[in-house]
């Protein structure tokens, strides 16, 4: 798709900074720049310098300098988005970006949407739909694993597996569309076989990719972990010495928190999207009730649950009812309040279901090392490994991925069943489709539009 119109935007984040970009894409994006550049030591003009060069001199208006800038000029196709591309680099102060970009506009550019300057790289081709989601992955990664998703997603490594999963499927439609115009030369004798063996394969790598979509979720997202305890365990306490400082409100009142409270951190190098929830127990407080049912129904939802539990105290009904709500999530168990000494401590929990136990003090900071590590081993070696396997992190990519499987399978009963070669062709075209869709090769200009609307301003 060819897109003639030329289009400016701030491309730096807004707020003042040593420097700030105004990015000018299009056809006339070099000539609008040149009417407003003036070159210092020579004259210079923008449209005869080389392509990828860096050019010193001032931005005028009606021959008044507006600031000192240096002008890079890049040559299509050999731009990010494929198109002529400028990028004046001026003085960080908001006043005089905004000055520029007016500028620009009034010479004949347009004001950017969200998102364009990489929707025209892939309506241009430079990149797919796929590597075009991974810009702003990279721009939002959270962590060092994210953000190395995210980069192997930008180099093509999601395009690479799709293509090489559509080039299978394609082939063996060419096939049996020849095979039956040509039956006197094309035999599809024993051909059923191999094919049921090639989509056993194809069906298999769907099913990793799908499967991956949690763990690809979390590298990204981060890991939801949900503050779980009864009254006065140490929940809120937990969640302060976790941030380093006073987030919660602390008291000696039991049902202080009603509400969930979230924030996040960074811990060596897990993402933990924290929620400090209220405490489990039965109450004629329908405020407080609203809240416990609340904290039941996240630790459903949750990743990781952080179970609080008092140590200076017996194991009580509240405590069980928490055990038996966490015994399929993935857990580690706190015993809290290690100070005040312990009734119960690691060796007499076989209550806990064979979750990982820490003595604690969330008053000292007792066995936050050991949770730190606790968390970070079963990030990396428990429920989510990253490693290179390829995570796909992207709910839309997810659906394709599901549709094109259900799609496969359909073909596997059909060979099952012995039904007709050109049955066999109407599913895997369905297949071919949705995989397509993730790359970009088979998609709607609506969903196109939707999903660039949703990057930032001068992207």
């Known amino acids: 798709m060819k ?20 990015r000018v894409s299009g056809d006339e994006a070099i000539e609008i720049v040149d009417k407003i550049f003036k070159s210092v030591n020579s004259d210079k003009k923008l449209v005869n310098v080389k392509s990828h060069t860096i050019n010193y001199g001032h931005i005028v208006d009606n021959d008044k300098v507006i600031d000192e800038v240096l002008v890079s000029v890049m040559n299509g196709p050999h731009s ?46 430079r990149m797919d739909l796929s590597q075009a989601e991974a810009v702003m992955d990279v721009i939002n990664a959270k962590n060092e694993f994210a953000l190395s998703s995210s980069i192997e997603q930008l180099n093509g490594r999601v395009s690479e597996k799709i293509k090489s999963l559509r080039k299978k499927i394609i082939y063996n439609i060419a096939f ?4 039956l115009d040509d039956p006197e030369h094309i035999s599809i004798d024993g051909y059923s076989d191999k094919l049921s063996k090639i989509l056993e ?10 499967n991956n979509f949690d763990n690809g979720r979390i590298v990204k997202e981060g890991v939801k972990t949900v503050i779980l305890g009864k009254p006065n365990a140490g929940k809120s306490s937990l969640l302060n010495l976790l941030l380093g400082e006073e987030r919660a409100i602390v008291t000696d009142i039991e049902g ?9 951190i960074n811990l060596n190098g897990v ?91 969330a008053k000292t900071g007792d066995g936050l090392d050991e949770l730190e590590n606790k968390i970070r081993d079963l990030f990396y070696e428990g429920k989510v490994k990253y490693n290179d396997e390829l995570y796909i992190t992207n ?16 073909v596997i009963k059909s060979v099952e ?43």
């Open 3 to 22: 897109v003639v119109d030329t289009i400016a935007a701030i491309a730096t984040a807004s707020g003042n900074s040593g420097i700030g970009i105004i």
């Open 80 to 125: 990010y988005t494929g198109e002529d591309v400028v990028e004046i680099n001026c003085h960080g102060g908001m006043i005089v970006i905004r000055k520029i970009l007016e500028i620009v506009l009034k010479n004949g550019a347009r004001t950017a949407e969200p998102g364009e300057f990489t929707k025209r790289a892939f309506l241009n081709g």
């Open 176 to 179: 049996i569309e020849s095979a």
């Open 201 to 210: 394969e194809v069906n298999g790598e769907l099913s990793r990719l799908i």
């Open 256 to 264: 202080t928190t009603r509400d969930t409270l979230e924030e996040s």
């Open 271 to 361: 993402f933990l999207n924290l929620i400090d929830t209220a405490g489990i127990r039965d109450s004629e407080d329908v405020v407080e009730q609203i809240g416990v049912n609340k904290a039941k129904e996240l630790a459903e939802k949750s990743d990781l649950v952080i179970f609080v539990a008092d140590a200076s105290k017996e194991l009580d009904e509240n405590d069980k009812e928490i055990i038996n709500l966490i015994k399929d999530k993935q857990a580690i168990v706190l015993l809290n309040k290690s100070d005040l000494g312990t009734i119960i401590n690691e060796k007499n929990v076989s209550e806990f279901d064979n979750k990982p136990v820490i003595t604690f003090s």
């Open 395 to 410: 709910a839309r990519q997810k659906e394709s991925l599901i549709n094109a499987k259900n799609s496969i399978e359909e």
């Open 417 to 459: 069943n012995d039904m007709p070669e050109d049955f066999y062709s109407i599913d895997l075209m369905d297949a071919y489709t949705y995989l397509g869709q993730i790359i970009g090769e088979s998609v709607e200009d609506d969903l196109v539009n939707e999903i660039f609307s949703k990057f930032c301003m001068g992207k």
